[in-house]
């Protein structure tokens, strides 16, 4: 039952449309993946691929040692559960548990046992005897997870399990994956969401797809912190990052990055990448947490820009400030416990060990070796 | 929205007026409904009051409707009971009878088997033209249906030809046979619709839990499909049941169905019309009867409540 998931080179194309570029990547037995990436990215193709009910138009899915391509889903022993839930209709919530266990001729008792212990685990003992048409958009999620998980499997494929459930509900079966996740002992686990809070609060490690091709993979942290480039950058952090284009240039002997507005002088780690990488334009990437802010004029101000508050509004709990400075805008998370006023001015200044760079190509640019980012997946 | 004085009655006016209109135009639609509901009845109406009504209550002018009814018409083409005024006419009336009862058995034979071979094969071949689909399986799927658009008569004399070389001719095979031409576009056409309605996904959820697509098949696709099923089995049994042509000209007089032997009634020397009208109530009562049973499962609503959609 240790199998290790793998994907190489795979290549999927619908017609013209090329929905998958040279994926590749290997799950390891107990690992919790986790497929990240906008609508229409082609993650649910990457699952269909790995479940079998999609070919690859070339590369190879391995189960192990064995090669799964001829393999037709029914004998791969993955388990998925899907974005629209599909559940039988005509069946009762426990004959929709019982679903794979009929499918292995299971004694009556095993099933019994098993659809108890599912029950129990997700909440749905008084449900068992429902049919899925009276039951909540919660509790079929509930169902579908449980038919996915009642039979152990090489494999489990989770199609954005959260996405249409209110965020209420999220939150709480988000909980819940964190207890099926020591449930899950022995087989390999993809889940695909386009929300990034959950892939950085679940996975083990985290896969970021984009247009069919994988940008990066690695740990949560990796990709938050090191981000292999400005498209992963974008993706994971709401709001999203602020890029800076800021030309590099020397006054007074000091590397400055040249902003626009304004010249920032450089010091520390972030001037060393910048003088080995000699680059003359670079993109800051400065998270809108990652801002020293200041109301009034600092004492270095030429540290500092100078920006107004362009607008003020509250969201997920924290303020969110819009500055502006001329034709440019940036933003900044700040605590709310003191509202800023529209008009006024503010000083903005990035926390440099904070700030990634990113070469023009959007490649990162390794801040503790200057080393350009070039390794396509990023590990960092 | 805040009504000044000035337009309160103009308002007010309005609603009335749309509150009487509706109810006009209901009463128009129901007397049209009506009217065109006594002319659909009007001939099952008329047959089965002439059905209890003797030959002389119904030739009178005006005709005797509602003054006695007997039960002499249904007596004498079940040839019970029955006496006649000759000999050579009570012989005559007892082998037409025994004719009809031989038609109705043939009949339900025919009609019983051309069914279930239809359903057999139409089913599985409704379940491969929606699932794989492509512009040849539409093709396929419109020809089936074609067989409906095609004169019987227009084939008839072919295929009596092929029937006669190919030994067919006179046998029960030959008549369910060419009865399914009539079947099976049903069958095949209402249950492919229905199977077009089942998600995708189902399927694909069960192949996930381990299923044989063999197991799909018999375990999801075809109580989802339940409904659809049964209608088309309905339909079709009525349209073979009706059949006249193919029994007319394909079957021996032993194996002629019901709708050729009632014309046995149509004498010239006996035209008694409310024997006829009773053969023809005998002859349908099978069909109603099928009709009214199997229309709960026409009407049992399966809500696809599963698939978030």
């Known amino acids: 039952m240790s199998t290790t998931i793998a994907l190489s080179h795979i290549w999927k194309r619908f017609g013209s449309k090329v929905a998958l570029a040279d994926v590749s990547f290997e799950v390891q037995p107990g690992e919790f993946f986790v497929l990240i990436g906008p609508s229409g990215a082609g993650k649910t193709t990457t699952l269909r691929v790995l479940a079998g009910l999609e070919s690859p138009s070339s590369g190879v899915v391995r189960f192990g040692e064995r090669v799964m391509n001829d393999v037709p889903p029914q004998a791969r022993n993955a388990r998925m559960a899907f974005e629209n839930y599909s559940l039988y209709p005509h069946l009762s919530v426990r004959e929709n548990l019982a679903s794979p266990l009929r499918a292995q001729k299971a004694n009556k008792r095993e099933v019994a046992e098993r659809i108890d212990r599912i029950a129990t685990m997700l909440g749905l003992e008084t449900l068992l005897d429902r049919a899925p048409r009276e039951l909540s958009g919660g509790q079929r999620q509930r169902v579908s997870l449980g038919r996915a998980l009642i039979v152990e499997s090489n494999l489990l494929l989770l199609d954005e399990p959260l996405a249409h459930l209110d965020a209420r509900i999220r939150h709480e079966l988000r909980a819940k994956f964190h207890d099926i996740k020591s449930f899950l002992s022995r087989g390999a686990v993809i889940y695909v969401t386009h929300d990034y809070l959950e892939a950085l609060s679940l996975a083990d490690r985290i896969g970021v797809l984009v247009a069919g091709s994988l940008q990066q993979i690695g740990t949560p942290e990796d990709v938050y912190y090191r981000p292999s480039n400005i498209t992963v950058a974008r993706l994971v952090g709401q709001p999203a990052i602020n890029l800076l284009r800021a030309r590099i240039v020397t006054e007074n002997g000091a590397l400055c990055a040249d902003v626009g507005p304004v010249r920032l002088p450089l010091s520390g780690e972030i001037a060393q990448a910048l003088e080995a990488a000699k680059a003359q334009t670079v993109i800051l990437g400065i998270r809108p947490q990652f801002w020293n802010l200041s109301h009034s004029r600092p004492a270095d101000a030429e540290r500092w820009v100078e920006a107004k508050i362009g607008l003020y509004e509250i969201r997920n709990y924290k303020g969110v400030i819009r500055a502006d400075r001329d034709n440019s805008s940036w933003l900044a998370l700040t605590d709310t416990y003191r509202d800023p006023v529209e008009g006024s001015p503010i000083w903005l200044q990035p926390q440099w060990d904070r700030t990634l760079l990113f070469d023009e190509g959007g490649m990162r640019i390794s801040a503790s070796t200057g080393a350009l980012g070039r390794t396509a997946l990023g590990h960092s | ?309």
Do not use: C
């Open chain 2, 1 to 309: 929205m805040a009504t000044t004085p000035a337009n309160d009655s103009a308002v007010r006016q309005r609603i009335l007026a749309t509150e009487r209109e509706p109810l006009r135009v209901r009463a128009y639609v129901n007397v049209a409904l009506g009217v065109v509901g006594v002319a659909f009845l009007f001939p099952i109406a008329w047959m089965v009051v002439l059905s209890f009504k003797s030959q002389a209550q119904i030739t009178s002018m005006p005709p005797d409707l509602f003054s006695s009814f007997t039960l002499e018409n249904y007596r004498s083409v079940l040839n019970i009971g029955v006496s006649y005024s000759s000999v050579s006419k009570a012989s005559l009336m007892e082998i037409k009878s025994t004719e009809f009862l031989q038609g109705m058995l043939n009949t339900t034979v025919v009609s019983f088997f051309s069914v279930a071979i239809s359903a057999l094969v139409g089913i599985p071949a409704a379940y491969g033209l929606s699932r794989y689909k492509n512009a040849l399986k539409d093709q396929l799927a419109f020809t089936f249906l074609s067989f409906r658009f095609v004169p019987q008569l227009l084939v008839i004399i072919p295929l009596y030809l092929i029937y006669q070389k190919i030994g067919l001719y006179g046998t029960y095979f030959g008549v369910i046979w060419a009865s399914s031409l009539v079947s099976i576009p049903f069958v095949v056409w209402i249950t492919r619709s229905y199977m077009d309605d089942i998600p995708l996904e189902i399927e694909e959820a069960a192949l996930m839990d381990g299923h044989t697509r063999r197991d799909v098949f018999f375990r999801i696709i075809l109580p989802l499909a339940k409904p659809g099923i049964a209608a088309s089995i309905i339909i079709s049994f009525i349209a073979v049941w009706n059949n006249f042509t193919f029994g007319f000209v394909l079957a021996t007089t032993r194996l002629q169905p019901v709708t050729v032997k009632i014309l046995s009634f149509y004498d010239i020397t006996d035209m008694n019309y409310g024997r006829i009208a009773a053969a023809m109530m005998l002859a349908t009562l099978p069909m109603i009867l099928v009709s009214q049973v199997a229309a709960k499962y026409l009407v049992s609503g399966m809500s696809m409540g599963a698939v978030r959609k």
